[in-house]
């Protein structure tokens, strides 16, 4: 996993330690640094501030004779790193929930992102974690375009034992969305995952019904699903998304094939939400909380 963007790291770190801290030194490793994070999908903004962070810091810095240079080198690289990787609102998804619970309410989550992200998949993993927490859920076939979509979480329902609420294709998704709401409330059910149509960020109309179902539902929280190996077309993604009906959190999926790692670095960076999961396998329980310090730890292994 990442294993292009370790290597990267790893260069990095050996030329700035065997180099004098000089802005005339340091200039052309750090170019080179940039381009080697850019074909890791990392994004050029993200990229760009990295390095003129790592530059700053590191520039006249003094080593004393008995310091470990590269330590000194790799504690600058990791709060860099820290500081592109962490947002201003933290998202407890747990102590909502619990919150929710305490007043008798449902926690609603909506999910939103393209077709082929792993967004159904996903939404069954997040179910089985909430309900291994000790909350029950019930989840919305809101994407009523896609042949074999309702489906197709159906399929994930019966598998885990959930009730799904769902209509036929064609009908509002927004009216699924607040047919399953009204039955969490009725039946004491603490979580409503709701799953939308996948839909190009690009397509306006598409992007407008969306807006509508959020409206009408008023989610707890809106999740966008990024597929980690889309690279810098993830960021982009992202940043649309949030521009058209605002996003609270991302969901990266697939990063157990993701030999890059750009994207986790990028889309929080981008969007300023945390990335809430990550995708790590095809199973149901293959979902682990994201943690940006073990993130930043792995990758400078």
Not at 135 to 147: E, F, I, K, P
Not at 220 to 237: P, R
Request: proline share 3%.
């Amino acid at each position: 996993m990442f294993d292009r963007l370790k290597s990267g790291f790893k260069t990095l770190v050996t030329k700035v330690t065997t180099t004098e801290l000089k802005a005339e030194n340091l200039s052309p490793i750090l170019s080179d640094f940039k381009m080697t994070l850019a074909e890791n999908d990392v994004a050029f903004p993200v990229a760009d501030r990295i390095c003129e962070e790592l530059q700053k810091r590191l520039v006249g810095m003094q080593v004393k004779r008995m310091e470990d240079r590269k330590k000194i080198v790799e504690e600058n690289l990791r709060q860099v790193l820290l500081e592109v990787m962490l947002t201003n609102n933290k998202i407890d998804l747990l102590k909502k929930a619990e919150e929710k619970r305490k007043k008798g309410e449902p926690l609603v989550l909506l999910f939103v992102g393209i077709n082929g992200t792993g967004k159904t998949t996903t939404i069954a993993k997040v179910a089985l974690f909430l309900r291994e927490k000790g909350y029950s859920v019930v989840l919305a076939g809101s994407d009523t375009y896609r042949a074999g979509s309702i489906e197709q979480l159906e399929e994930h329902a019966k598998r885990l034992g959930m009730r799904i609420i769902k209509h036929n294709y064609g009908a509002d998704p927004a009216a699924v969305a607040y047919d399953a709401i009204s039955h969490a409330k009725a039946h004491g059910v603490n979580v409503v995952l709701i799953d939308t149509a996948g839909r190009m960020q690009t397509n306006q109309n598409l992007m407008n019904e969306l807006a509508k179902v959020k409206r009408v539902v008023s989610p707890d929280l809106t999740i966008l699903t990024v597929d980690s190996l889309i690279g810098n077309d993830a960021v982009m993604q992202a940043e649309e998304f949030h521009k058209a009906i605002g996003i609270d959190a991302t969901i990266l999926t697939k990063v157990d094939a993701d030999v890059k790692g750009g994207s986790a670095l990028s889309v929080t960076y981008v969007t300023q939400k945390p990335i809430l999961f990550i995708g790590v396998g095809q199973a149901y329980k293959d979902l682990e909380p994201f943690n940006p310090e073990k993130f930043v730890k792995m990758i400078l292994r």
